[in-house]
């Protein structure tokens, strides 16, 4: 997978413009990711960017006020403008911004666009009020909304030429979409609750006694909420390991990127698995200071060559 499709000539003022928005609503709303988007070259940069701004679109829909039915609607009309940036017909006169970035992204790097009909899927999954039973059946939804924003990003990445194994890169960015996902889910296990929504599979609650009143303040007598939460960090680090597969693929400053991202998310899960009851507390955050430390830190290369002679030693 090449880094670009091919030389492209500098954006014009109007897609200067959409991408300049679409940075703004990455500053403004990627309380996490945008200390690893920050990272990249600026043709990268923006193109992630974009691809946040689109998902974020589709994000804030799924979690809004509307009702099911309207929710749906929105959704579809997105589907439909995704397919006018997937047909070429969208030029930089077009009054969506979001639109245009993403439209002038698509002709730089080589994006696999069904990646976001995946995030849409997903999110309508969230809209019908889907229960997942297993891991097997999270692992879809988790494919969907965060899995396949890996995928799309490598698009962007690309590997290295000659990179070993780098026929198994999107497998790995879906993993490492997977590991960021669940820790998502746990850190947001209350908020989530209020609105109604427990994504953790019924199984493992059931396991750990916590299938009553999941996500409360208190959790029932003789419930195993911090067992719970033990147990899917355990998961989500297996995934992280495997996910972590990606990052001696990628160039120093893609690798930075999602050293970065995953870096702080790691750091959230560590202070649940320190702490479990935090997530029924409130949002379980990390200070600014510690997420610059964590992008400075994968700039440096140091957790990328630390994972890369990991991930040579495994393989030994
Ligand atoms: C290879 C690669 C780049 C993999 C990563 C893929 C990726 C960025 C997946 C996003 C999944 C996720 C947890 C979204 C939450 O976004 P949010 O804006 O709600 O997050 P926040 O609440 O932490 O700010």
Redesign the pocket.
């Known amino acids: 997978m090449s880094a670009t499709v091919e030389a492209q000539p500098q954006p014009s003022a109007p897609v200067q413009a959409a991408y300049s928005y679409c940075e703004a609503v990455t500053g403004q ?5 945008a200390y ?1 988007i920050r990272l990249l070259p600026t043709e990268k940069r923006q193109a992630m960017s974009a691809l ?1 701004a689109f ?2 679109r589709v ?1 804030d829909i799924g979690d809004g006020t509307l009702a099911p039915e309207a929710k749906r609607e929105r959704l579809e009309a997105t589907r439909v403008l995704l397919d006018r940036v997937r047909a070429g017909e969208v030029d930089e006169d077009d009054t969506d911004p979001v639109a245009v970035a993403l439209a002038d992204s698509a002709r730089r790097f080589p994006i696999p666009l069904g990646g976001l009909d995946e995030l849409i899927d997903g999110v309508l999954m969230d809209v019908r009020g889907a229960t997942y039973e297993t891991w097997d059946d999270l692992k879809v939804y988790c494919r969907c ?3 396949a ?3 799309i ?2 698009g962007v ?1 690309g590997t290295q030429p000659g990179a070993a194994g780098a026929d198994r890169a999107p497998e ?2 879906d993993t ?2 997977l590991a ?2 669940l ?2 889910i746990l ?2 296990v209350r908020e989530d609750a209020g609105n109604g929504r427990t994504y953790l599979p019924s199984d493992d609650l059931a396991k750990f006694g916590c299938g009553d009143g999941f996500g409360s303040d208190t959790m029932p007598e003789g419930s195993d909420f911090a067992g719970l939460v033990h147990f899917e960090v355990r998961r989500a680090r297996a995934l992280f390991a495997e ?1 972590y597969r ?1 990052l001696p693929m990628l160039d120093r400053r893609s690798g930075a ?2 050293a970065a ?2 870096g702080i ?1 790691r750091r ?1 899960l560590d202070r649940i698995e320190r702490d479990p009851e935090a997530v029924l507390r409130g949002r379980v955050s990390l200070p600014g200071r510690e997420k610059a430390y964590v992008a400075v830190r994968g700039l440096s290369g140091l957790d990328t060559r630390h994972i890369a002679r990991r991930t040579v030693r495994r393989r030994a």
Request: glycine share 14%; hydrophobic share 40%; charged share 15%.
């Open positions: 709303q990627a309380r996490n990711f690893g946040y998902s974020r994000d909304v965060a899995g924003i890996g995928r990003s490598l990445f790995y960015a490492l979409g960021l996902q820790t998502n850190r947001d996910g990606l990127c999602v991202m995953a998310y959230l």
